[in-house]
Each structure stands twice: as C-alpha cells, then as structure tokens.
C-alpha cells in the first residue's frame, strides 16, 4: 500500500504573532487529525521570543528591542529567550505519535536531528546531531531543535543559521556587561555557523528547503507534497492570532526584575581569574542562566558554554553536583583550573545573593 504524502508548507516570511499562532494552529490541526503531517518553512521578522514561562522584564533589554524595533513575544513553548530574524530559515514537522513509533523525545531528537543534518550535509558541509538537540558543522552550532507533544501530536521544530549574527542575540537578552564585550562577542561568534560563511555565498534558500525536505521525507519513507493552509486551520489560525497578537498573551507573566537580580562574584584561582554572573531566581532558588569569563584556560572552548547550558533553571540545591556530575562526563584540559573553583566562585555568588 502506497505511503500517503506528506504536505510541505512555506509560509514565508512573517511578525512573531503570525508565526506562533501558526504554531498554535498546526499543531492543534494535526492532534485534532484535521491536516496531514506537515513539514513548515518560516522565517521571522526581527524577534525577540520568550518561552511561555518567562517575563519579559526579567529576560530581555526591552529598551534596546524598542529602540531596534525588535518586536516581544511569548511562544506556545517552554525554553528560554532566543532571538530570530530573516538570517535564519525556521523548520519544522508536525507529525502524530504512529509516524515515530515512540515517544520517546531522546529518540525522536536524535532520529530528525541526523535525518536533518544529512540533509544540510547535502549542501555541501559536515553536519552532524550533537546530544541533546544541537546540529553542528566542526564542533560550530548550525542549528538549534526542540520539540512537544500535544497529545498524540508532535511539533518538532529547528532553527537553521544562514547569514545570522550572534551579536544581535546577545544585546536583546538581559545579560550581564561583559558578555557584550568585543572580547565576549568575538568568542561568542566561533561557537557558531552559518551556511553563508561555511559555503562562501549564500545559498538559495529554495536548494536549503528542498534539501531538508529530501533528508526527512527519506527517513521517514515519504513523500512530500506542496500545500496550503486547509479551511480548519484558517480558522483556527485567525482564532489563536486574535488571542496572541494582544497585550494580554504578552504580559499573562509578569515579574518584577528585582525577582530575578544578577548576582556577581570573582575570584583568583592557581588556574586563574573566574568569574560568574548568575540570573538568580530568588522566588524559585534557582539559578535561571549562569555565565562565566575570566582569565584561564579551557580546551576545548566551547566548555565555558557547555557548562552554562548544563546550569540553567538549576535548583541553588543542586548546583554543587551539576557542576561535578558536568566535568564527571566531559574530557576538558584546564591546566590548573579545577571543578572545585567554579563551585566556589557560584557559592560566593549566591551567598551575596541571599
């Protein structure tokens, strides 16, 4: 018996509120098994969008987005903070539960992830999955994923980096000075990569599309075929963009900055100076975001960053054994540096904090 196709869809560029009700719209078709499972291409108006959970005082300089016309919204998605704008091609599926054959959201990233990066390798690079849902070319991050049921129904999306400046990221989120530095932006932008910079030219973003939908119609066994937004998903779209294009979705949470203050602490080290700046979440205890800098040595360099990931949304509890258990499965040179001296300095941070 012959597979029935799947749709693939562009919905080209669009403002945030656009962009997330379709979300809201497609998955809700698909659980409701009102449309087929899909494939979406997008792009976003310069956007800064916060994770359903966040506040937008607390995560992002809401005076530099007004000033640069970065427009503020709330994904239907918890995460953190990112920042999208047309230097990056959106991707996403929209399957049902049957089309994975579990819902096992390890398994799932890893399938569409390597399924993914073949098809970007198709372009002319090395893309490979990195654990836990990263695609990257020479250790570089091209592409960031993540997905969520809806019931039975999964919206897997991903995030493509074609011409994208890391830079512009850093200033629309509430961090700490020094990783605004030439420095920190300098370091910031070797931990990234972009299609154009890896090609030589920028790539026509149809041979992208059409790329990525060859890999993931191959892994699953389909076949695509191009559509439209059906009749349902109209409706539903125009209903979801009436309840998110309002202050209303925008400010459902609220929470003062004084709530989640920076706290800061630095130290001396054999191995040298370390220094962290916690997003210290005092309703929660809970270190939302720690980053470090300093003066020392770490190989390979995309540790510092590694670690910083591995800390977010960390009970205060809890943050001795995530530092350990994170250097416990990671080979890292640090010549003098030692686990020990990044539990200090956070230790000292948040002893200031309380």
Known sequence: ??????????????????????????????????????????????????????????????????????????????????????????????LHKRDLGTADMTA?????????????????????????????????????????????????????LVEFDVEKMLRVLRIPAEKLSDKAIASARERVANL???????????????????????????????????????????????????????DQVARPVADMPIVEAVRKFPGGMLRVSLAYDATRRRIAQAWFSGDFFISPRRTVADLEAALRNTPVDQAEKNVRAFFSAHAVDMLLLVPDDFVAVIQEALAGAD
């Not at 659980?31 to 956007?47: I, K, N, V």
């Not at 020479?138 to 809806?150: A, N, Q």
């Open 196 to 250: 154009a910079d890896l090609l030589g030219f920028v790539p026509p973003l149809e041979r992208v599309k059409a790329a990525l939908s060859e890999a993931l119609g191959s892994e699953f066994g389909v076949h695509f075929a191009e559509g439209g937004l059906l009749p349902q998903e109209q409706v539903r779209f125009r209903n979801a963009l009436a309840e998110i294009d309002a202050p209303q979705w925008l």
């Open 108 to 160: 799932i990233a890893r399938r569409i992830c390597e399924a993914a990066a073949r098809g970007i390798s198709a372009l002319g690079v090395d893309a490979r999955y990195r654990p836990r849902n990263d695609i990257e070319v020479d250790g570089k991050k091209i592409s960031g994923t993540g997905g969520v049921f809806e019931g039975d129904a999964l919206m897997y999306q991903g995030t493509l």
């Open 1 to 94: 018996m012959m597979t029935a196709p799947w749709r693939v869809i562009d919905t080209g560029l669009r403002p945030a509120a656009e962009n997330i009700a379709l979300n809201r719209a497609l998955l809700d078709a698909r659980q409701a098994g009102e449309c087929p499972s899909t494939l979406r291409f997008l792009q976003f108006m310069p956007s800064a969008l916060l994770g359903f959970h966040q506040s937008a005082e607390q995560e992002l300089d809401l005076d530099y987005c007004r000033a640069h016309g970065v427009t503020v919204q709330r994904r239907i998605t918890g995460g953190g903070a990112i920042y999208f704008d047309e230097t990056q091609i959106g991707w996403e599926l929209y």
